[in-house]
């Protein structure tokens, strides 16, 4: 099921089983996991982007291998929050996910996850080909880090 509030989501997710964040890119898809007590996203990998059946197949197993409780998906509002495009694409791959995956999903703000993740990637050091590289799973990272920290706040508020 989809959740557009957070709150909700939160209420719905299975405990002890981690998350998995998507930045869902044209090109790629990056992906980042959490460990089961929602604390710290990880980075995982980038999946090169072919159709949905495909791509939704590499989800699905990368999520039932690591007994994924919840998915994330960074939405690519613009600066000024409103919806174009990207949301609606994104919208739909969440609505499509939904009809093979019976687990909770939920969105998340993702401006300016890219623009982070290029910035830390920086100042690593690393270099333009290796950034290319694992940019858009750190960008997951970022984004799956920012819905943990939001439900770390409800849970010391008790929601």
């Given at each position: 099921?989809?959740?557009?509030?957070?709150?909700d989501?939160?209420g719905?997710?299975?405990?002890?089983?981690?998350?998995?964040?998507?930045d869902?890119?044209?090109?790629?898809?990056?992906?980042a996991v959490?460990?089961?007590f929602?604390?710290?996203?990880?980075?995982?990998?980038t999946?090169?982007?072919?159709?949905?059946?495909?791509?939704a197949?590499?989800?699905?197993?990368?999520m039932?291998?690591r007994?994924?409780?919840g998915?994330?998906?960074?939405?690519?509002?613009?600066?000024?929050g409103?919806?174009?495009?990207?949301?609606?694409?994104?919208?739909?791959?969440?609505r499509n996910l939904?009809?093979?995956?019976?687990g909770?999903?939920?969105?998340?703000?993702?401006?300016?996850?890219?623009?982070?993740?290029?910035?830390?990637?920086?100042?690593?050091?690393?270099?333009?080909?290796?950034?290319a590289?694992?940019?858009?799973?750190v960008?997951a990272?970022?984004?799956?880090?920012?819905?943990?920290?939001?439900?770390?706040?409800?849970r010391?508020?008790g929601?």
């Amino acid at each position: 099921m989809i959740y557009d509030d957070v709150t909700d989501f939160a209420g719905i997710l299975p405990p002890m089983r981690p998350l998995i964040g998507l930045d869902l890119g044209t090109v790629t898809i990056g992906l980042a996991v959490s460990d089961t007590f929602l604390g710290i996203a990880t980075p995982l990998e980038t999946i090169k982007r072919k159709k949905f059946g495909v791509d939704a197949e590499k989800l699905l197993e990368v999520m039932k291998a690591r007994d994924i409780g919840g998915l994330v998906l960074g939405l690519p509002r613009n600066m000024d929050g409103s919806e174009g495009p990207r949301c609606q694409s994104t919208r739909a791959f969440a609505r499509n996910l939904e009809k093979l995956w019976a687990g909770p999903i939920t969105y998340w703000d993702e401006r300016l996850s890219t623009v982070a993740a290029e910035r830390a990637l920086l100042e690593a050091d690393t270099s333009r080909k290796r950034r290319a590289e694992v940019i858009d799973h750190v960008a997951a990272g970022y984004i799956l880090q920012g819905l943990l920290d939001r439900l770390g706040v409800l849970r010391r508020e008790g929601n």
